[in-house]
Nanobody, 121 residues
Framework: QVQLVESGGGLVQPGGSLRVSCTAS????????VGWFRQAPGKEREFVAV???????DVRDSVKGRFTISRDNAKNTVYLQMNNLKPEDTAVYYC???????????????WGQGTQVTVSS
């Protein structure tokens, strides 16, 4: 019923910037929290950032000052602006929707297919 599609991934040099987008379709109540998660090869999926339906935000400590999450409810889109990218940021980035503000991936009901972000020279 709720479809999430990520876009904007790609290959970026260290220190570069990239903005990934998550666009929702179908039943998309604005009360949903939308989170960004990432998963590198051989590693577990980890929390990156979240924004609530009312606009509250949080990001993981390792990306504070570099990543910013925002949303445009009129476009049903959530963005993750990533600056000063590092090789350690390389991962598949997923967006997901939950009914409340949380860092826990198990609480998210809907997931996109992911978009690959590769940070390399």
């Amino acid at each position: 019923q709720v479809q999430l599609v990520e876009s904007g991934g790609g290959l970026v040099q260290p220190g570069g910037s990239l903005r990934v987008s998550c666009t929702a379709s179908g039943r998309t109540p604005t009360a949903y929290a939308v989170g960004w998660f990432r998963q590198a090869p051989g590693k577990e999926r980890e929390f990156v950032a979240v924004t609530s339906g009312s606009g509250a935000t949080d990001v993981r400590d390792s990306v504070k000052g570099r990543f910013t999450i925002s949303r445009d409810n009129a476009k049903n889109t959530v963005y993750l602006q990533m600056n000063n990218l590092k090789p350690e940021d390389t991962a598949v980035y997923y967006c997901a929707a939950a009914t409340f503000f949380t860092h826990n991936p198990g609480s998210y009901s809907y997931w996109g297919q992911g978009t690959q972000v590769t940070v390399s020279s």
